[in-house]
Each structure stands twice: as structure tokens, then as C-alpha cells.
């Protein structure tokens, strides 16, 4: 239990909720007759500010993110029990790390690539639609939304507290994910 205890602590937040995401994923799998293995499929949002120029790549600049995705995908194996089998928790207690571990390591993978700024472009265009005929119509809705999560960090270390006689309360994060996918950001702020 040490063990766990201290690889759970070496976690970031934001892993520890992106492998939580891909095991519920796993939960929500219909179980049938007999364990089968599904594969949970997602992306990495990899943050790109410090590939901005100066003075864009500092602290100084506005709370924001910029992110490029991830032109390989994080895949997942998950052991999904049979039907007879319920309430077997430690399954996840014991693929929890691992899992993380792994999108740890995809993640890391991906951003220290350095081809990788240079292609996000190609993967942008292979993952857009080209438009029908007629092209005021909407493209059809995705079934397979997607969930990602992104770490903005600590954000008394970009933001000050006060600027001149305003104070800044809580500072919040909006943007648009173009898709059926739900984003979110993690940061902190005054401790919280």
C-alpha cells in the first residue's frame, strides 16, 4: 500500500483525473457472458506556449492556452469482467497506475517530439471534414465524443492578484472545443 501511496502522490492532478476518465469509460462498458478486453481511445492536448515567441512564452502575457492535439492516439486496454463479476474493485486499484502511467508517458512522448509543432497543421487538415455540395450545411453530429483534460498550471505564477486598485477574484477559463467533445481545464489558484 506504500508503494501505490507514493506512486498516486507522484501523480499530477490532471493525470490522476484522465486515467479516472478512461476507467469510467471502461465502467460504462456492457458487460456480457464471459471478461472481454475494449480498447479506450482518446488524444493529448499538448500545451504550446512555451513553442511561442517571445514575448508570448512568459507569464507576463494573458492566462491562455495554447494547445495543439496529439497526431497519435493514446490507446487503452481495459479488462472488462463478466457479467457474473460485480463490484470487484480492486481491478481498478490495480489498473489505475498503470494506466496513468501511460498517458504519462504518451503525453511526454509527444511533447518532447520536435517534429511535432511542425505538423500539427497535417493534423489539423486529415482530421477536418471536407465540405459537401452544398457547404452552409452542417456536418453530421459525431456519435464518439471525445474527453480531454489540460493542465493550465498554477495560475498565481501567470496571473498577479491585484493590478492596480482591481482584484482579480476568480479567474476562469472559456473556449470552444469544435466537436461533440467535452474540454477541461484544470489550474490553481490561491491554493485551491
Partial sequence: MTHYLQEWIN???PLRIA???ALAVGDLAERTESPRTVR????CLINQRQNCVPPYNIPSQAVSVYHSVSGQYLSIDLAIPAL????NSQVHQND???IAQKIRSCYCDIREDKDHVNLVPAYWAMSTSTPGPDPSVAPARNETPSA???SMGVLDNIVQHRYGSFTVGRPWVTGEELGTGLGLFLDTWKGK
Wanted: charged residues 5%; negative net charge.
Fill in 11 to 13: 501523480l499530477s492532478p
Fill in 19 to 21: 486515467a479516472a476518465i
Fill in 40 to 43: 479506450y481511445i482518446s488524444y
Fill in 84 to 87: 457474473s463479476d460485480q463490484g
Fill in 96 to 98: 489505475f497506475i498503470p
Fill in 148 to 150: 480531454s483534460i489540460s
